[in-house]
């Protein structure tokens, strides 16, 4: 049992900020109240003067599977040698020994979307995690969480060259409808008397329970993946979305989220050349649910307050920012049940920051999740 007592909470709820205490029991939030008498067994952390948020969110990253500092011995992105492999499970690559962990908990990230790379069209099955934990099965919240579909330059960079498909955007779209297409077909059988491995994958994404989450940078890449979803009647996320801010209204219309990020790293090809801060505001004002993501490695996973300050710097506005790295990060990932806000109920997931987090000298001080403190400095 954890009390956090005196705190400013920033709920990420209708009730906004409020001065007041938190009690967790069993990993969940049981009581917010103004005051609140601790239980003798009660573990009592002082919050008084800081900041209490509920654990930030990263909605796409690859951590874990893309260790730092270890090269190809630790990455295990990308299974290069099958452009289709829906069937690949993030959650049997993650290491939980890799060193970002620890600066994501240091950073108050208490959450992450976690899944393959973006070699193949169809790449695999996302997770999503806790962030402290020794174990997978311990710290996942949802698996799969989505399937990850890949449009643009990397698929085409990596088969389009030895002479096997997809070498064009044309090939990458073909592949993934036919796949699709098939996929539909399996499961309107009435009776798959020998279950398809390579199939039933796909289950929970045709009764729409996960998304397809599709790396998309460009105009046109964006507008094939919205394409392809309502043709089959699907749900779907739009993860990067470099060039968004063009064509904003229209991805308003479709109702699709998007995850936008990496915008802190460099226009290493030249379909990120739109890369900029402005994109998630822009998308944000047109009506579109917007998360962030640092795409670790791509930028350090312990930026991604710095990334929403950037964001709020550039016309997302600081409410809305910090809402791209907890509610909306939740809901874009269907945790938001669990995570994503301060309220009885929710998992006790806590940052708590010695000032605005999205003010670069603030630090985060304390990081608390399922009502464990797993990190503390200077409280």
């Not at 090939?171 to 279950?195: K, V």
């Not at 801060?277 to 307050?305: C, E, M, N, Y």
């Amino acid at each position: 049992m954890l009390c956090v007592q005196n705190g400013i909470l920033h709920t990420m709820e209708s009730q906004g900020t409020i001065r007041a205490d938190l009690l967790a029991e069993e990993g969940k939030i049981i009581r917010i109240e103004e005051h609140i008498a601790p239980p003798e067994q009660a573990e009592i952390l002082d919050a008084a003067g800081f900041h209490v948020y509920p654990g930030l969110i990263d909605a796409h990253s690859h951590i874990g599977i893309a260790e730092e500092k270890i090269g190809t011995q630790g990455d295990d992105s990308n299974e290069g040698t099958n452009p289709v492999t829906p069937w690949l499970r993030a959650i049997d690559a993650i290491n939980p020994m890799d060193s970002a962990f620890h600066n994501a908990i240091a950073a108050g990230i208490t959450g992450v979307m976690v899944g393959p790379g973006s070699a193949n069209p169809i790449a695999g099955q996302f997770a999503f995690i806790k962030t402290s934990g020794r174990g997978v099965e311990d710290m996942a919240v949802l698996a799969p969480a989505a399937i990850k579909i890949a449009f643009g330059e990397n698929p085409k960079a990596n088969y389009g060259g030895d002479g096997n498909m997809p070498s064009t955007r044309m090939g990458i779209a073909a592949l993934i409808r036919e796949e699709l297409f098939n996929a539909r077909l399996y499961f309107e059988q009435e009776d798959n008397e020998y279950p398809d491995f390579r199939k039933e994958c796909y289950r929970p994404l045709f009764e729409r329970k996960i998304p397809l989450k599709a790396h998309v940078h460009r105009t046109d890449d964006i507008f094939t993946a919205i394409r392809i979803a309502q043709e089959f009647d699907l749900d779907l996320t739009l993860d990067h979305c470099t060039e968004g801010h063009l064509i904003a209204e229209q991805i308003a219309d479709s109702g699709f989220p998007a995850i936008v990020g990496p915008s802190l790293s460099s226009r290493s090809k030249i379909e990120v050349e739109q890369s900029d801060f402005q994109t998630p505001g822009a998308l944000a004002r047109a009506g579109v649910l917007v998360a962030l993501t640092t795409d670790h490695p791509v930028s350090r996973i312990q930026h991604l307050p710095l990334c929403a300050a950037l964001a709020a710097k550039r016309g997302l506005g600081e409410e809305e920012a910090m809402r791209a790295i907890t509610i909306n990060a939740a809901r874009i990932c269907r945790v938001d049940h669990r995570l994503g806000s301060l309220k009885v109920g929710k998992d006790a997931d806590l940052a708590i920051f010695d000032g605005d987090p999205l003010v670069i000298k603030r630090d985060a001080c304390a990081t608390v999740i399922n009502g464990r403190i797993v990190y503390k400095e200077r409280m």
